[in-house]
């Protein structure tokens, strides 16, 4: 079993700045890319940064020089600083983390709300 405690969503204002955190535990042996995915009412969940075990990262366009991700891999947790936020970005976030058990399988954590006023 994968257990993903998310933290750090909440309410600012546009131009703010906030800082969610993904924490897996449990079955994490073999764990790989982990990352953060957001899902807007009435749109898909699509994808907004990865980060791969050994540093290599992935950002959606949307989010590029305002997002960063980052991961410490001891504490198998990673972290989405968000700066420069804008409406747009108002969203579920949800924290995603692949672990390899017989095959590549995905764990989703519960979701956290952001919402930017303008």
């Known amino acids: 079993q994968v257990q993903l405690v998310e933290s750090g969503g909440g309410l600012v204002q546009a131009g703010g700045s906030l800082r969610l955190s993904c924490a897996a535990s449990?079955?994490?042996?073999?764990?790989?890319?982990m990352g953060w995915y957001r899902q807007a009412p009435g749109k898909q969940r699509e994808l907004v940064a990865t980060?791969?075990?050994?540093?290599?990262?992935n950002n959606a366009d949307s989010v590029k020089g305002r997002f960063t991700i980052s991961r410490d891999n001891a504490k198998n947790t990673i972290n989405l600083q968000m700066n420069n936020l804008n409406p747009e970005d108002t969203a579920v976030y949800y924290c995603?983390?692949?672990?390899?058990?017989?095959?590549?399988?995905?764990?989703w954590g519960q979701g956290t709300q952001v919402t930017v006023s303008s």
């Open positions: 995603n983390v692949r672990i390899y058990v017989d095959r590549w399988n995905d764990y």
């Open positions: 449990g079955s994490t042996f073999s764990i790989g890319t």
């Open positions: 980060i791969s075990s050994g540093g290599v990262t």
